[in-house]
């Protein structure tokens, strides 16, 4: 079993940034891509980035590319999604979640994922 704990989230202005952590524990494996999904109000959960624990390789979704960025330390057991330039419309709940199989084709899509956080809130006010 796999715990996940996601953290900083908060408040911040268009155009702020924001650095999430989420702290993994249980029996977690190099092999395992971590990823980063964010829900708004009515809509459903979106894939945001991720990445393995093993060799650091990243997948970003298209909107983030270039603002966002994901990083692991592995001796922490902690990934971390450092979002910049935010937007109003990015406010969600982000989760943390992790995919058994690592990155593969279906990493975008949410039910790829085996275990999940609870999620932190992410407002960004215009």
């Known amino acids: 079993q796999v715990q996940l704990v996601e953290s900083g989230g908060g408040l911040v202005q268009a155009g702020g940034s924001l650095r999430l952590s989420c702290a993994a524990s249980?029996?977690?494996?190099?092999?395992?891509?971590m990823g980063w999904f964010r829900q708004a109000p009515g809509k459903e959960r979106e894939f945001v980035a991720a990445?393995?624990?093993?060799?650091?390789?990243?997948y970003y979704a298209d909107s983030v590319k270039g603002r966002f960025t994901v990083s692991r330390d592995n001796a922490k057991k902690t990934v971390y999604l450092q979002m910049n330039s935010l937007k109003p419309e990015e406010t969600a709940v982000y989760y943390c979640?992790?995919?058994?199989?690592?990155?593969?084709?279906?990493?975008?899509?949410?039910?790829?994922?085996?275990?999940w956080g609870q999620g932190t809130q992410v407002t960004v006010s215009s």
């Open positions: 979640a992790a995919d058994r199989r690592g990155l593969s084709r279906t990493t975008a899509q949410a039910t790829a994922y085996d275990y």
């Open positions: 249980g029996r977690t494996f190099s092999s395992y891509a």
């Open positions: 990445i393995t624990w093993s060799t650091g390789n990243t």
